[in-house]
């Protein structure tokens, strides 16, 4: 494989998840609402902060020298993130 088609194939993941958590944070709802896309801007957000917790735990399971730092990490960017979720549905 040549420098190009991994450069294409590494943004094209990237473009993906901004595409599948654009839709999972709702963003038909402000289309047929006719209101403000904000809560679709945050809720990708706190999907990427999430997903950023999730990896830093699956390096915590593979990594032998930094796993605790991985490990506490990645714990604190899910508890960040269902703190925010929490915070935008007004249960804090």
């Known amino acids: 494989m040549n420098k190009t088609t ?3 194939l590494a943004g ?3 473009i993906y ?3 599948f ?3 999972l944070s709702g963003f038909f709802h ?3 609402t006719n209101t403000s896309f ?3 801007v945050v809720g990708v957000m706190v999907l990427f902060v999430g997903l950023a917790g999730g990896i830093l735990l699956y390096k915590s399971a593979v990594s ?3 796993r605790m730092i991985f490990l506490g990490g990645g714990f604190s960017l899910i508890a960040i993130s269902l703190f925010y979720i929490f915070q935008i ?3 804090v």
Do not use: H, M, N, Q
Request: charged share 30%; hydrophobic share 40%; net charge positive.
């Open 6 to 8: 991994s450069k294409i």
């Open 12 to 14: 094209s993941k990237y």
């Open 17 to 19: 998840l901004i595409a």
């Open 21 to 23: 958590f654009a839709l």
């Open 30 to 32: 402000p289309l047929i």
């Open 38 to 40: 904000d809560s679709v």
């Open 64 to 66: 032998e020298k930094r």
């Open 89 to 91: 549905t007004g249960r």
